[in-house]
Antibody, heavy 122, light 106 residues
Framework: QVQLLQSGAEVKKPGASVKVSCKAS????????IGWVRQAPGQGLEWMGS????????NHEQKFRDRVTMTTDTSTSKSYMELRSLRSDDTAVYYC???????????????WGQGTLVTVSS | SSELTQPPSVSVSPGQTASITCSGD??????VSWCQQKPGQSPVLVIF???QRPSGIPERFSGSNSGNTATLTISGSQSVDEADYYC?????????FGGGTRLTVL
């Protein structure tokens, strides 16, 4: 069965960086993109960007473009999301999710990781 | 980019039909999916491609999409359906989420 297993919770100081990992299993990693979504406490879901499991091509939400780097390691079926210059309002649960496409503009997240809480505090 | 608008909350009595709307410019020309999120849990896909249910999702969940509005319908709502529901669509190489709707079954 498809599983996405994320790394554990992190506590960071303002200005630091965090790198969250997402290990995929139960499917061919190269065949799907991985998306990254965050959720601040008590707030809704916010898309950050996605990365191809095939060639590493990325696209990002504009607001994160200068601070986020998404990578993949096909040898371990892992995807990574690094967020730099952390601020207190980056405190959130960060999710990875498998991005499924059924053609054209039909994209959706069909499986989600368990989430990684990142707390930014001095 | 476009925005997706959902009502913050919807209430329904057990056994009744709940409808959660998602509005956006020309949304009917795009594909919409819906996910369910219970407190402290990861989201779960309940509808994709406007009206398709993934395996394991009860038949009481259905979806439609036309004009500027997509609708998630839960027929015969149960207490286990209490959750936050988010609509999503792909637009200009980006995923858009609605703000979420808290469904209360009481």
């Amino acid at each position: 069965q498809v599983q996405l297993l994320q790394s554990g919770a992190e506590v960071k100081k303002p200005g630091a960086s965090v790198k969250v990992s997402c290990k995929a299993s139960g499917y061919t990693f190269n065949n799907y993109n991985i998306g990254w979504v965050r959720q601040a406490p008590g707030q809704g879901l916010e898309w950050m960007g996605s990365i191809s499991g095939y060639n590493g091509n990325t696209n990002h939400e504009q607001k994160f473009r200068d601070r986020v780097t998404m990578t993949t390691d096909t040898s371990t079926s892992k995807s990574y999301m690094e967020l730099r210059s952390l601020r207190s309002d980056d405190t959130a649960v960060y999710y990875c999710a498998r991005l499924r496409s059924s053609g054209g503009t039909n994209y959706y997240f069909d499986y989600w990781g368990q989430g990684t809480l990142v707390t930014v505090s001095s | 980019s476009s925005e997706l608008t959902q009502p913050p909350s919807v209430s329904v009595s057990p056994g009744q039909t709940a409808s959660i709307t998602c509005s956006g410019d020309k949304l009917g020309q795009k594909y919409v999916s819906w996910c369910q999120q219970k407190p402290g849990q990861s989201p779960v896909l309940v509808i994709f491609q406007d009206n398709q249910r993934p395996s394991g999702i009860p038949e009481r969940f259905s979806g439609s999409n036309s004009g500027n509005t997509a609708t998630l319908t839960i027929s015969g709502s149960q207490s286990v359906d209490e959750a936050d529901y988010y609509c999503q669509t792909w637009d200009s190489r980006m995923m858009l989420f609605g703000g979420g709707t808290r469904l209360t079954v009481l």
